[in-house]
């Protein structure tokens, strides 16, 4: 059974850093690609960043790329996102999620998601 645990979620003022977390079990986690995507209130989850399943890949969403960096750490079966410059427009759900195949920008792509953790940044 695979589980993905999402933690590091907040309230942070506009340009502060968040750093927010996925543990991962139930899988041999070197195996699979890992992504982040968020939802905003009434609005599609959209794409955040993958990484490939030796981290020689990162990809970004326009919007955050240069403020955030995605990373992993398979000794310890971990995702990252660490998030610099928050704006209040990247207030939503944040979700890591797992896929088999290569890192993808498509909600669809990802076999296994976690329950998601709340990033508010107050306008």
């Known amino acids: 059974q695979v589980q993905l645990v999402e933690s590091g979620g907040g309230v942070v003022q506009v340009g502060g850093s968040l750093r927010l977390s996925c543990a991962a079990s139930?899988?041999?986690?070197?195996?699979?690609?890992m992504g982040w995507f968020r939802q905003a209130p009434g609005k599609e989850r959209e794409f955040v960043a993958s990484i490939s399943r030796l981290a020689i890949s990162t990809y970004y969403a326009d919007s955050v790329k240069g403020r955030f960096t995605v990373s992993r750490d398979n000794a310890k079966n971990t995702v990252s996102l660490q998030m610099n410059g928050l704006k209040p427009e990247d207030t939503a759900v944040y979700y890591c999620?797992?896929?088999?195949?290569?890192?993808?920008?498509?909600?669809?792509?990802?076999?296994?998601w976690g329950q998601g953790t709340q990033v508010t940044v107050p306008s």
């Open positions: 139930g899988r041999t986690f070197s195996n699979y690609a």
């Open positions: 999620a797992m896929t088999s195949a290569a890192p993808a920008y498509s909600a669809n792509e990802y076999d296994y």
